[in-house]
């Protein structure tokens, strides 16, 4: 199963749902980084290779994308979107308008579709804030939509012209809006609810994410782990 993440406004906690999604998995799991901050959240050093968007900027065949993933163990990669010393991004992650673009992305899609079945797991990807690329939206068998209970993200999802599958909601207190509320605005039902705790920020400045996620929060995510 392809898994994709993504937010309507920044501050959602994508990548953080993301890879605990990732990590929560009892099948081998490929974590997919396309806002760039994967690696700089579990604490990794910088890639040394190139990542996705020098591969899409490149004509290099598909087999050359299980060379730059990154094993964090316990059966989990990471496919990185930039190599260390590439720092102005060619290639964006969102909606592509030239057929070449479209092409190589389509590339992409059949090679994560691939990895499914090959290493017998799922893929998630962390799409980052705002509109996904549309060929990764349209190929994916589920698409999570995280948020807060915030007017602001709200108003964004609904005013895009793409739906999600389900909702992961971060419960963030001191907000009017409910769970009702969002479902009915966007039509779409909340898959989890994760409770917005301190240990998890903790873990991200710490470079610790891969091992000191609350176990609550896999929890919270049975319903929508792969």
Same mark, same amino acid.
């Given at each position: 199963m392809v898994t994709l993440c993504w937010a309507a406004k920044g501050g959602s906690g994508t990548t953080v749902i993301a890879t605990a999604l990732a990590l929560s998995s009892a099948? @081998?799991?490929l974590l997919v980084d396309l806002d760039g901050e994967i690696p700089e959240t579990l604490g990794l050093p910088a890639p040394e290779h190139p990542g996705i968007a020098d591969w899409l900027a490149s004509d290099a065949p598909h087999e050359h994308l299980h060379d730059l993933l990154?094993?964090? %163990?316990d059966n989990v990669w990471v496919l990185p979107w930039r190599g260390?010393? *590439? #720092?102005? @991004?060619q290639v964006r992650p969102e909606s592509p308008e030239e057929p070449a673009n479209i092409q190589r992305w389509q590339e992409f899609c059949r090679w994560l579709a691939a990895w499914t079945? /090959?290493?017998?797991?799922?893929? #998630?990807?962390?799409? %980052?804030t705002g509109t996904p690329n549309s060929v990764l939206f349209d190929e994916a068998d589920r698409t999570l939509l995280v948020t807060r209970p915030c007017y602001l993200s709200l108003r964004r999802a609904t005013n895009s012209s &793409?739906?999600?599958?389900?909702? /992961?909601?971060?419960? *963030?207190?001191?907000?009017? &809006?409910t769970k009702r509320d969002i479902e009915?605005?966007?039509? /779409? @039902?909340v898959e989890a609810t994760v409770s917005l705790d301190p240990a998890i920020?903790?873990?991200v400045d710490s %470079? &610790?994410? #891969? #091992?000191?996620? @609350?176990?609550a929060i896999f929890r919270e995510l049975r319903r929508v782990t792969a």
């Open positions: 099948r @081998p799991s990154i094993d964090i %163990g260390r010393f *590439e #720092t102005t @991004p079945p /090959v290493r017998g797991g799922s893929v #998630t990807i962390d799409a %980052g &793409l739906r999600p599958s389900g909702i /992961v909601l971060i419960d *963030e207190r001191g907000h009017a &809006l009915h605005s966007l039509s /779409v @039902p920020a903790r873990a %470079g &610790l994410l #891969t #091992t000191r996620l @609350p176990k």
